[in-house]
């Protein structure tokens, strides 16, 4: 049966990087055996225009009924004082919590390629792979009470309150082991057992759930080591999995060792492996309409879409050879490209595009 993909464009260059990706989706079906149907719809300042609303009804429908969700970008400066609750972010806020995609996927790649990018030495990054699995729609983002209070003494104090369940911890872990498994089958679960009760249950219930994953080598570490780890020796990690604010953070540390935001991808999926994919970066409304963008991170998006939903390895290979491909052609967008370097060449939002078609089918 033909599996269902819903577009999502969005605003700025969400369009520009999305009609990149669809291209390469046009290739996997015309010229090899990808069966899917693509469906389109309005998210975030788009859908405010068209529907009044950033994740109307009507998106709200497609997006139930798809079996994976590609979204460009959200946001805009035009956008900036509507209320808070018809602001663009809102749609992307609206469409994770209705399909409860609690696991959110960010990969640091750096291709040998783009090593010279990276703030650190090259020989500590280059053919750096590491997934970070964050918990996305629990933790201390959601818990319950939170507040500012005043004391008696009228002095004011805010708090926040740090919850998992079980239940909770068991979805996450159960969705990092098997990511593990489709990789190099190590896992690291990143904690503060030594100082929160709500860690050491995190622990325990990731211990637990390993035990269904013989295969996977399982490990624990801190978060303020794992911070520190992450700078000094990254190589180290296949796949981490961590809480929702612990990998707020590490992934952002973990995306800056590759130097590049136009490169990572990234996925946010519910228990049935049906996710939304989507660049890290936001719609840059600073280059939007200029055809500079660079599209890749939005075609590797594609390619975590094959492998993690639509259960196309091959097809998810396919991807990941022809963008090393046109990196070692030397194509550059202006976000990769640096002055003198031997080989390379400065190339637009759609040439970058075509250049993944060509590889795809050469
Ligand atoms: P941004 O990621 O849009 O841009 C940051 C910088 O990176 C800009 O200089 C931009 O030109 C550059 N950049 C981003 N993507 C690029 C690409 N593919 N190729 C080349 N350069 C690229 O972040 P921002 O400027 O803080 O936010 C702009 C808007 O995007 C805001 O409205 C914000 O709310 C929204 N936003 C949306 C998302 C999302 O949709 N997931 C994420 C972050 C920010």
Redesign the pocket.
């Known amino acids: 049966m033909k599996q269902k993909i819903l577009i999502l464009p ?1 605003d ?2 969400g369009k520009e ?1 999305v009609a990149e990706a669809v291209k390469v989706i046009n290739v996997l079906k015309d010229d090899f055996d990808l069966d899917v149907e693509l469906t389109y719809g309005d998210i975030g300042g788009a859908a405010y225009d068209a529907d009044g609303h950033p994740y109307p009804p009507t998106t709200q429908k497609l997006a139930k009924d798809a079996d994976a969700i590609l979204l460009g ?4 400066y035009q956008y900036d004082d509507l209320p808070r609750d018809v602001r ?2 809102r749609g ?1 806020l609206g469409i994770r919590a209705d399909l409860e995609l609690f696991s959110n996927l960010r990969p640091a790649i750096l291709n040998k390629e783009l090593a010279d990018a990276s703030s650190l030495k090259a020989e500590v990054v280059a053919g750096l792979d590491i997934m970070i699995v964050r918990e996305l729609t629990g933790g201390i983002y959601f818990g319950e009470p939170r507040g500012i209070r005043e004391l008696e003494n009228g002095e004011k104090q805010g708090y926040n309150t740090l919850v998992y369940k079980e239940s909770e911890i068991e979805r996450i872990a159960h969705s990092a082991f098997k990511i593990a498994m489709k990789r190099d089958k190590r896992l690291c679960s990143v904690g503060k057992a030594n100082v929160l009760e709500v860690m050491e249950l995190w622990h325990d219930v990731v211990e637990r759930v390993g035990k269904e994953y013989p295969e996977v080598e399982l490990s624990h570490m801190y978060v303020d080591n794992a911070a520190m780890q992450l700078v000094k020796e990254p190589k180290q990690f296949d796949v981490m999995v961590t809480g929702n604010m612990f990998g707020d953070i590490l992934s952002d540390a973990a995306a800056m060792l590759t130097g590049s ?2 490169m990572l991808p990234s996925a946010s999926l519910d228990k049935n492996g049906k996710g939304m994919y ?2 890290i ?7 939007a309409g200029q055809n ?4 890749l ?1 939005t075609i590797m998006s594609v390619s975590m879409m094959l492998l993690y939903s639509l259960n196309r390895e091959d097809m998810a290979e396919r991807i990941d050879a022809a963008v090393e491909r046109v990196l070692q052609q030397g194509y550059r ?3 990769i490209f640096i002055e003198g370097i031997e080989g390379t060449k400065l190339v637009g939002t759609s040439e970058m595009g075509d250049a993944v078609v060509a590889a795809l089918l050469s």
């Open positions: 969005g700025g260059i990087i970008a959200v946001g805009g663009p972010e992307l935001i136009g989507e660049p970066h936001g719609s840059a409304p600073d280059i500079i963008a660079n599209p991170a967008t202006a976000d």
